[in-house]
């Protein structure tokens, strides 16, 4: 049992936390997710990335064999029409704070997916952060946002 231990604890570093959620370093990487979008379309891309630590960082772009590329757009509102443009020097992650991509915000373009997204699938990506590096994420698709996640601190 004593072996197993160190194992179990390798294991647990190299996968994806629960509820969907990927650590590395500082940065917490919670639930990506897209909705379903058909071959050759575009889709969208949508997750929070935490940062706790003292240094920001920058997600500097995103990677997936599932589309043509993958473009982070800022999403804002104004006299009531959305519009975005792409952030080609990517999304800060403030020190301490959180980058949000959400719909109706700030997203990741998916662009010209090659083949049709359906709920249920799973979608690979590399998030590629200045300071944290590479990190291989799945997009989960779904219909509707996730459900927001209960407070876990301890008292």
């Known amino acids: 049992m004593r072996r197993l231990i160190p194992l179990l604890a390798a294991v647990a570093i190299a996968t994806p ?45 995103v990677e997936t064999s599932a589309a043509e590329k993958v473009e982070i757009h800022q999403g804002s509102m104004a006299n009531g029409v959305m519009s975005m443009k792409a952030l080609p020097n990517g999304m800060p992650v403030p020190a301490g704070g959180t ?21 249920g699938d799973k979608v690979p990506a590399t998030l590629v952060f ?22 876990m601190h301890m008292h």
């Open 17 to 61: 936390a629960a509820a969907h959620e990927y650590k590395v370093g500082d940065l917490t990487i919670g639930h990506p997710w897209s909705r379903p979008a058909a071959a050759g379309m575009n889709g969208a891309g949508y997750l929070t990335i935490t940062n706790a630590g003292a240094k920001p960082d920058v997600l500097l772009k």
């Open 99 to 119: 980058a949000t991509f959400a719909p109706g915000g700030n997203h990741l373009m998916i662009v010209r997916l090659k083949q049709a997204q359906k709920v």
């Open 130 to 151: 200045q300071r944290a590096g590479r990190v291989d994420v799945e997009f989960a698709v779904q219909a509707t946002p996730p459900a927001p996640m209960p407070d």
